[in-house]
């Protein structure tokens, strides 16, 4: 790590650039040419290097003179709660996903049209940083996804089956019989190192760094889980009826793959809206698309989610009957 911070420090000490810069440089330097050890070890190590800057602020005397806050705003803060967890509920559209990809996820399903009935929960923590956004923070947050094959249900000749209704109406038996009939889990666990917000009107947003680590089966495969891993760099919104959307580009490994599966590239979206209103408090909609190419000949996916997201602290209203506005 000394070496590492001691060539960011004689960096801006010969072009002037601040040292994130040049590390995010160096990052980025890695990735293009798929040194994807040196990539994850940087981002790590930069985590950890600002680990004793978040100790010596939190063991300052809380009479410490602090210095002036600019005005509170919804165009200036950092908008997003220390702590987030949510429960969802929505399709996973497999069609334009590669031949490989289908056949583990959906594999008794033939026709063009393939989707998957999909539920879980996501979380995310602030582990170091302040909400103002010229400051860094670090991110931990992780997601399951838990799948229902689209021919497992007969909606036809069940519609009374939770999956088989408008999806709102009837969130908590949905997701409880998603997760009870399952026969998909994906999951993953990451670190995002958030940079200072970017300049500019309206709505902000952060860059930020990333490592993730992940994992997809399938009950009764018989077999390990197929690992699911990358680093990569984007930016996410952080302020506006639109934060927590993103935008990232990441190298990595998707095992599932017979062909370069350690040398995928990665390309992930991710659109939510938060509502305004009292009703709709808590509750926002979503849609995802996540790419994994191998730019090359290999086989590649490209797999589009959307649904409904819901706060955990509104999910028990929901699992009792309740409504949107919490079960008036």
């Not at 670090?138 to 094959?149: D, K, Q, S």
């Not at 997201?309 to 009957?321: C, E, K, M, P």
Request: glycine share 10%; charged share 20%; net charge neutral.
């Amino acid at each position: 790590m000394t070496g590492i911070l001691s060539q960011s420090n004689e960096a801006q000490t010969t072009s002037g650039r601040p040292p994130s810069v040049v590390q995010a440089g160096r990052i980025a330097r890695y990735l293009c040419t798929g040194d994807l050890r040196r990539a994850a070890n940087l981002v790590l190590l930069l985590q950890l290097a600002m680990v004793p800057k978040f100790l010596d602020a939190q063991t300052r005397s809380p009479d410490a003179p602090k210095a002036p806050r600019a005005a509170e705003n919804s165009a200036s803060r950092d908008e997003r709660p220390r702590l987030e967890a949510h429960a969802f509920v929505g399709y996973a559209i497999d069609s334009f996903a590669g031949s490989a990809t289908k056949q583990y996820l959906n594999p008794s399903v033939s026709g063009d049209i393939q989707e998957r009935w999909v539920a879980g929960f996501d979380f995310a923590y602030c582990l170091t940083g302040d909400p103002e956004p010229g400051k860094h923070q670090i991110w931990l947050y992780g997601r399951t996804v838990h799948g229902v094959r689209s021919s497992d249900v007969d909606c036809r000749q069940n519609p009374d089956t939770p999956v088989c209704k408008d999806y709102g109406t009837d969130f908590g038996e949905q997701h409880l019989y998603i997760l009870r009939n399952a026969r998909t889990l994906e999951g993953f666990v990451a670190a995002r190192w958030e940079l200072p917000a970017l300049p500019g009107t309206g709505d902000l947003a952060r860059p930020y760094l990333k490592a993730q680590a992940g994992f997809l089966t399938v009950a009764n495969n018989g077999g390990d889980v197929v690992g699911v891993h990358h680093v990569g760099v984007g930016i996410v919104a952080i302020s506006g009826s639109y934060r927590d959307s993103f935008l990232e580009v990441g190298y990595g490994r998707t095992d599932l793959f017979a062909t370069n599966p350690t040398k995928r590239w990665k390309v992930g979206g991710f659109l939510t809206w938060h509502k305004a209103s009292q009703e709709w408090s808590g509750v926002a909609p979503f849609a995802a698309m996540v790419v994994d190419t191998d730019l090359g000949r290999g086989a590649d996916s490209i797999q589009s989610y959307v649904g409904l997201s819901i706060q955990l602290d509104r999910f028990t209203n929901f699992l009792h009957g309740g409504k949107k506005n919490g079960g008036s």
